[in-house]
């Protein structure tokens, strides 16, 4: 799943039989990926370590059920995103009276902005106060279409393979990927739109 | 967004940039992006975009004292509480 980097041979036999040796191992070869994927979702450092840790506890407690018909990569995810999903979600609800976010997800598209701003001298596109911009933007999607987007975009996975993770259709997953890709493209023409027009008054 | 095809092929420019884009829609699409100024500068913007990410979305390093914190979590949690049980 992720660039053949981990090459999956675990026992299932001794991890489902609590080998712990076997299972430091499998924390060992995932621990990086699961942490950059809660990270991504999260944006914050103290809560993509919680949300990391009751990942491989809740991992480590279903393995027995764990029938294999999904790669152990493939579960992980399942298991880290939905608990990443749920902690959201809680946060989501304790905020609900003051973040009357506009839910897009299933509505209409905004109205488009039509800035061009892809004329921007590159190092405008990737300086560090743009990169934190990004990262932003991705939390002002809602989780259910950031989900999607972290994985597909950013952690590279495949449309069938964000899919498995998900339990949804491919087509599911293209139609919120492409919801997720256009709000994003309306939060940076918001942004580098007015670094163009500074650009102009200077 | 002028004319009545640029809402409508909207939905479509995700799976375009993707090279997914079934052969008579991409051709309608193209067809149209040819004479829409303003749907070249979605489709443009759309893929500086998913570029950006793409180029930008380092690896994050892990914290120092994560895997450690995790570990130690793991052995109070899981092996310990197994091996008094045992």
Redesign the interface.
């Known amino acids: 799943m992720d660039s053949g980097k981990a090459v999956e041979e675990f026992s299932l036999d001794e991890l489902r039989a609590?080998n712990?040796d076997e299972?430091?191992r499998l924390?060992e070869t995932y621990?990086?990926m699961i942490?950059?994927l809660v990270?991504?979702m999260l944006n914050d450092?103290q809560d993509a370590?919680d949300i990391?840790?009751e990942t491989?506890?809740k991992a480590?407690?279903h393995l027995k059920g764990f029938d294999g018909r999904s790669s152990l990569s493939t579960w992980l995810y399942r298991i880290a995103t939905n608990e990443a999903l749920m902690f959201l979600r809680r946060r989501r609800m304790e905020t609900v009276s003051i973040d009357e976010s506009k839910e897009t997800e299933t509505g209409e598209?905004e109205?488009?902005q039509?800035?061009?701003?892809?004329c921007l001298p590159e190092e405008e596109?990737?300086s560090a106060e743009a990169?934190a911009h990004?990262d932003e933007a991705v939390t002002r999607l809602s989780p259910n279409l950031r989900v999607v987007f972290v994985l597909r975009?950013?952690q590279g996975l495949s449309t069938r393979e964000v899919g498995e993770v998900l339990n949804l259709t491919e087509t599911a997953v293209?139609?919120r990927?492409?919801r997720a890709?256009?709000q994003?493209?309306e939060d940076?023409?918001g942004y580098f739109g007015g670094r163009l027009g500074e650009g102009r008054r200077g | 967004m002028e004319h009545k095809d640029c809402k409508h092929l909207l939905g479509s420019l995700s799976d375009y940039l993707d090279g997914e884009l079934e052969g008579d829609l991409c051709a309608e699409l193209e067809r149209h992006l040819s004479e829409c100024d303003n749907c070249r500068i979605v489709v443009d913007s759309l893929n500086k975009t998913i570029t950006l990410y793409h180029t930008t979305a380092q690896h994050v390093d892990v914290p120092e004292g994560v895997h450690q914190r995790l570990f130690r979590r793991l052995d109070l949690e899981c092996f310990e509480k197994e091996s008094n049980i045992g």
Do not use: H, M
Request: with cysteine.
């Open positions: 609590g712990r299972y430091a924390v621990y990086e942490y950059n990270f991504r450092p370590e990391l840790q491989f506890l480590y407690r598209q109205p488009l039509i800035i061009d701003w892809c596109l990737v990169q990004l975009d950013i293209k139609t990927l492409s890709r256009l994003l493209r940076l023409t």
